[in-house]
């Protein structure tokens, strides 16, 4: 029987000792291993900023049209998958007491980008699964009201229905569920939209739990794809809810984090008047709407930037989470064979 410890034992041989860890333990980890390798962590996540610059060029100078947005999803989507490989791999690394560097990761999670894409898209798919349905019935109501509005609409419908398993983002979405619930308010005469999330949440919620380790998987232990996903319903089945409780945690700690801070940095700007006569009222509706307000352009520019950056910084929290997670369900349900693989590569 395995006993519980806050971290990973070393032994006289420097061989890392794995053993299970709670949910105090795996946080607690997680700030001591991104802490302890910032600029390991640091030269990962610069690949996701970049793929964010891009967009954000691509949105300022590409013109409009209905296809725009699936076309800086699918721009940003490799940015985004190879430094969560890359993360996912730095994790395993450093946890296992090895050396490495954040090219090398990067180029690990390259090499199995397809595998990952696989992976990532179905889980991607029902993760998104109440936007999804909110976009598919406002796509309903536009053909059947086909002959009244404009084709242009019609296609942007389609642009995001298509869009929904590119978008990147965090295990649990609070800024869309927040964006989800505003849209009815947007569009009068259909406020049931907004029940929508609720109903479909069940099937989105319970997929997402049970497909969570299939990249993690893919990248780390390399099987087929299909293996990979029943690796993820394995270490899923009897810790179902665990792993759901742990993964709220670590995506309402993200998201509290990069909120707080970019919304104390939006304070400092209006006490600072950095942003000429910037009002607490702005920086409540950058909190709700999340977005852009032509009434202080400057403003929320330079808070969507700094939105970004803090976000690329917050980036590797959940992802290093969920990996330790996954090693925390695979010590506990492989056993000792986890940690006698990791003593023979110590060895050889």
Same mark, same amino acid.
């Given at each position: 029987m395995l006993n519980l410890v806050d971290t990973v034992q070393t032994n006289d041989d420097n061989t890392p000792t794995l053993q299970p860890m709670g949910f105090s333990e795996i946080l607690d980890t997680i700030f001591s291993l991104y802490r302890k390798h910032f600029l390991l962590f640091l030269g990962v996540i610069a690949v996701d900023f970049c793929g964010n610059l891009v967009v954000y060029l691509l949105a300022r100078f590409l013109p409009n049209f209905p296809l725009k =947005?699936? &076309? *800086?999803? +699918?721009? &940003?989507?490799?940015? !985004? +998958? #190879?430094? *969560?490989? =890359?993360?996912? #791999? /730095?994790?395993? /690394? #450093?946890? +296992? !007491?090895?050396? /490495?560097?954040?090219?090398?990761? +990067?180029?690990?999670?390259?090499?199995?980008?397809?595998?990952?894409l696989a992976c990532h898209l179905p889980w991607n798919l029902v993760s998104g699964t109440p936007r999804l349905g909110i976009v598919a019935l406002l796509f309903l109501i536009f053909l059947s009201n086909i002959e009244l509005i404009e084709p242009v609409p019609v296609l942007f419908a389609i642009a995001l229905l298509a869009s929904v398993p590119f978008s990147l983002h965090l295990p649990i979405d609070l800024g869309g569920i927040i964006n989800d619930l505003i849209v009815p308010v947007m569009i009068p005469g259909q406020t049931w939209i907004r029940f929508i999330p609720l109903v479909l949440a069940p099937l989105a919620i319970y997929f997402t739990v049970r497909w969570l380790f299939a990249a993690v998987v893919v990248l780390l232990e390399r099987p087929l794809i299909r293996r990979a996903f029943a690796r993820s319903n394995e270490f899923t089945h009897g810790s179902w809810w665990r792993i759901w409780g742990t993964l709220i945690s670590l995506s309402v700690l993200s998201f509290a984090i990069q909120r707080i801070v970019v919304t104390t940095i939006g304070f400092i700007f209006m006490l600072t008047r950095v942003m000429g006569e910037t009002t607490s009222m702005d920086i409540l509706k950058w909190m709700v709407r999340y977005g852009f307000d032509n009434s202080n352009p400057l403003f929320y520019a330079i808070m969507g930037w700094i939105n970004w950056i803090v976000g690329s910084f917050v980036f590797p929290i959940w992802i290093i989470g969920v990996t330790l997670l996954y090693f925390d369900l695979r010590i506990r349900k492989d056993g000792f064979d986890l940690e006698m693989q990791v003593n023979n590569t110590k060895s050889n």
């Open positions: =947005g699936l &076309v *800086m999803d +699918l721009v &940003v989507l490799p940015f !985004g +998958l #190879v430094s *969560m490989g =890359g993360i996912i #791999v /730095t994790t395993s /690394t #450093v946890y +296992l !007491g090895k050396p /490495t560097r954040s090219l090398k990761a +990067l180029k690990q999670a390259g090499h199995r980008f397809w595998q990952v």
